[in-house]
């Protein structure tokens, strides 16, 4: 039926127009933003999943970092042990030198001030208040502080640290309690401030080595936390990037089929308009059923 009105042809090719001319944008768009998922109707299943697994993702992130920060604080606390230790050990060789008996009480003297100096170090490091550890002051901020926790205090509940992205996955790391004990007995002063232990007691090489082996005892709990840490951070590092890689494959675009569909996409849209200009001429054949 030849019309003038109603130009058919013109109308679908106009919408096949349209239509490609949608799906050349949708493919532009997505190369340039490198993402399959440009609007939520693209895969609103992958959407949702790839929100689930990114959320996921960041918690691992969060877990990994406290893991890193967990795992300085113990190797702080190792290394500050490591150095008690070699005070404890000089402390161990000024106490048997003191008993020489071919020592003048001089040289005693010149021990005692160099072991009561050792003991100043020890009690500097690991603080305290008088109701734990004596003296006529507290010692609120001792040396042995990592980002301004005390490595040394009391904490009968250790230092929880999260390892994963649920709240059930966690490890605690033991306290290191030197205010107690036989370290107790090294650096304890009383209400004058006094140091209740001195080179030439009885107990003194006694109280040192059982000071050391306490420290040792400590080294061995923070070692094996370590070796924990160590593990969850090799964990939750493959963990992160199995979640990487699941998030790729739901949200970003593959450049090579892209490609192939935006040449396609280009093609159709350049042969629609092609098309609708043809159809656009079809009324005119009509004129020549009225020329005479």
Same mark, same amino acid.
């Given at each position: 039926?030849?019309?003038?009105?109603?130009?058919?042809?013109?109308?679908?090719? *106009?919408?096949?127009?349209?239509?490609?001319?949608?799906?050349?944008?949708?493919?532009?768009?997505?190369?340039?933003?490198?993402?399959?998922?440009?609007?939520?109707?693209?895969?609103?299943?992958?959407?949702?999943?790839?929100?689930?697994?990114?959320?996921? =993702?960041?918690?691992?992130?969060?877990?990994?970092? =406290?893991?890193?920060?967990?795992?300085?604080?113990?190797?702080?606390?190792?290394?500050?042990?490591?150095?008690?230790?070699?005070?404890?050990?000089?402390?161990?060789?000024?106490?048997?030198?003191?008993?020489?008996?071919?020592?003048?009480?001089?040289?005693?003297?010149?021990? !005692?001030?160099?072991?009561?100096?050792? !003991?100043?170090?020890?009690?500097?490091?690991?603080?305290?208040?008088?109701?734990?550890?004596?003296?006529?002051?507290?010692?609120?901020?001792?040396?042995?502080?990592?980002?301004?926790?005390?490595?040394?205090?009391? =904490?009968?509940?250790?230092?929880?640290?999260?390892?994963?992205?649920?709240?059930?996955?966690?490890?605690?790391?033991?306290?290191?309690?030197?205010?107690?004990?036989?370290?107790?007995?090294?650096?304890?002063?009383?209400?004058?401030?006094?140091?209740?232990?001195?080179?030439?007691?009885?107990?003194?090489?006694?109280?040192?080595?059982? *000071?050391?082996?306490?420290?040792?005892?400590?080294?061995?709990?923070?070692?094996?936390?370590?070796?924990?840490?160590?593990?969850?951070?090799?964990?939750?590092?493959?963990?992160? !990037?199995?979640?990487?890689?699941?998030?790729?494959?739901?949200?970003?675009?593959?450049? *090579?089929?892209?490609?192939?569909?935006?040449?396609?996409?280009?093609?159709?849209?350049?042969?629609?308009?092609?098309?609708?200009?043809?159809?656009?001429?079809?009324?005119?054949?009509?004129?020549?059923?009225?020329?005479?």
């Amino acid at each position: 039926m030849s019309v003038i009105n109603t130009n058919i042809q013109a109308i679908e090719s *106009a919408r096949d127009l349209s239509r490609a001319q949608d799906l050349l944008n949708r493919s532009l768009s997505r190369l340039s933003s490198g993402s399959k998922l440009v609007d939520p109707s693209d895969d609103p299943a992958g959407l949702g999943v790839s929100q689930k697994y990114t959320a996921q =993702n960041q918690r691992v992130t969060a877990a990994t970092t =406290n893991v890193q920060n967990a795992t300085s604080y113990a190797q702080a606390a190792d290394g500050m042990l490591d150095g008690l230790a070699g005070i404890l050990a000089r402390m161990s060789e000024l106490a048997v030198l003191s008993q020489d008996p071919t020592k003048a009480d001089s040289d005693v003297a010149l021990y !005692q001030e160099e072991f009561q100096g050792l !003991q100043d170090q020890l009690r500097a490091t690991i603080g305290g208040t008088t109701a734990e550890i004596g003296g006529t002051a507290d010692i609120s901020a001792p040396l042995g502080t990592f980002n301004g926790v005390v490595l040394f205090g009391p =904490n009968a509940s250790g230092y929880q640290v999260a390892l994963g992205d649920s709240a059930t996955q966690t490890m605690t790391i033991p306290a290191t309690n030197l205010r107690t004990g036989a370290m107790l007995n090294l650096i304890q002063q009383d209400g004058a401030g006094r140091y209740i232990l001195s080179l030439t007691s009885p107990a003194a090489s006694a109280q040192i080595t059982d *000071a050391n082996q306490q420290v040792a005892a400590n080294r061995a709990s923070l070692g094996a936390a370590q070796s924990r840490l160590e593990l969850a951070a090799t964990t939750l590092k493959i963990q992160g !990037q199995n979640f990487q890689s699941a998030i790729s494959q739901l949200t970003d675009v593959d450049v *090579a089929t892209e490609s192939t569909q935006l040449a396609k996409y280009n093609i159709l849209v350049q042969a629609g308009t092609a098309m609708l200009a043809q159809a656009n001429l079809t009324p005119q054949a009509v004129l020549k059923l009225l020329d005479r």
